[in-house]
């Protein structure tokens, strides 16, 4: 099974705003977007789970003339909060790259 990473020839995350953080999928190609941006592995509830968010707050925004998903969920606490621990959310992506796709 592909993971994430394998699909994917970039992956990043950065705030949106103080309230939301948005996750960036840049997919290899067409055919790997088409193939994988309405996954059920990057569903909603892939998110609501990693993240700790409900997930009907979850927001999914396909671009297909850049082959890129953009998933976006509400923060945790507001960006520079006093219990932030990664105020431009740089580091979010980082737990879904071995996600696998089957």
């Known amino acids: 099974m592909p993971t994430l990473q394998q699909v994917c020839h970039h992956v990043r995350s950065k705030n949106a705003g103080p309230f939301w953080v948005t996750i960036d999928f ?3 190609g067409p055919d790997n977007f088409a193939r994988y941006h309405a996954h059920p592995a990057l569903g909603a ?3 609501a789970a990693a993240y700790g968010v409900d997930a009907a707050a979850v927001k999914h925004f396909p671009v297909p003339d850049l ?5 976006s969920y509400p923060r945790a606490s507001v960006q520079g909060g006093v219990i932030e621990r990664d105020m431009h959310s740089g580091q979010q992506y980082a737990r879904l790259l071995n996600l696998e796709l089957p």
Do not use: G, P, Y
Request: net charge neutral.
């Open 26 to 28: 840049f997919f290899d």
């Open 45 to 47: 509830a892939t998110f």
């Open 67 to 71: 082959n890129v998903l953009k998933v």
